[in-house]
């Protein structure tokens, strides 16, 4: 190494790079995650994490109490209650989409807006740079970044995911 010419260098960083981005998609391929959120967390025996278990709880719960009480605050808190859970596997679906792969540069524009205006309201800062992305990174470093920018919303949406689900409840009643 000590004799390689810069350009070998350079060729050798891509590659390893390159290498990595790969494997870190396998690892997270076999790693164990939930069944509903696909977050990698600690499970129970029915694979779900806490945040999930949780609202299999609530749904048991508003479940219950809708069957035995026709108010309307009833209904509406299982309706809530039932997004909640439909939320939690739309993550879920997400993260194995994105290990699943190919994660295209549109895809990657799309997320990059979504956590741009997250800080930035209203902002477009990567409007238009789909093939910027897709020119960029390969297919592997795609899915990398895909799945990092994952993480920051899957766990920002399991924070706000109840009141998500009862705003979504209320607009479809
Ligand atoms: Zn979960």
Redesign the pocket.
């Known amino acids: 190494m000590k004799n390689a010419t810069k350009n070998q260098r350079e060729r050798l960083a891509n590659f390893e790079c390159e290498s990595y981005a790969k494997k870190f998609i396998e690892y997270r391929r076999l790693a164990e ?7 990698e ?1 600690p ?1 129970n025996k029915m694979g ?6 949780n ?1 299999t709880k609530e749904v048991k719960l508003c479940a219950n109490r809708a069957a035995k009480s026709r108010s309307h605050t009833a209904d509406f808190d299982l309706r809530a209650a039932l997004q909640m859970k439909r939320d ?1 596997i739309g ?2 679906d997400e993260v194995r989409r994105i290990i699943a792969g190919p994660i295209s540069g549109y895809d990657l524009e799309k997320d990059f807006e979504l956590l741009a205006r997250n800080i930035v309201p209203r902002s477009n800062v990567h409007s238009g740079d789909a093939n910027m992305f897709a020119w960029t990174f390969t297919p592997e470093q795609r899915q990398v970044l895909a799945y990092l920018l994952w993480k920051i919303s899957g766990e920002q949406a ?1 924070r706000n995911r109840k009141n998500r689900a009862r705003r979504s409840a209320l607009m479809c009643r």
């Open positions: 995650r939930c069944v509903w959120c696909g977050r967390k499970r779900l994490c806490r945040h999930c278990d609202v939690c993550w879920g399991s």
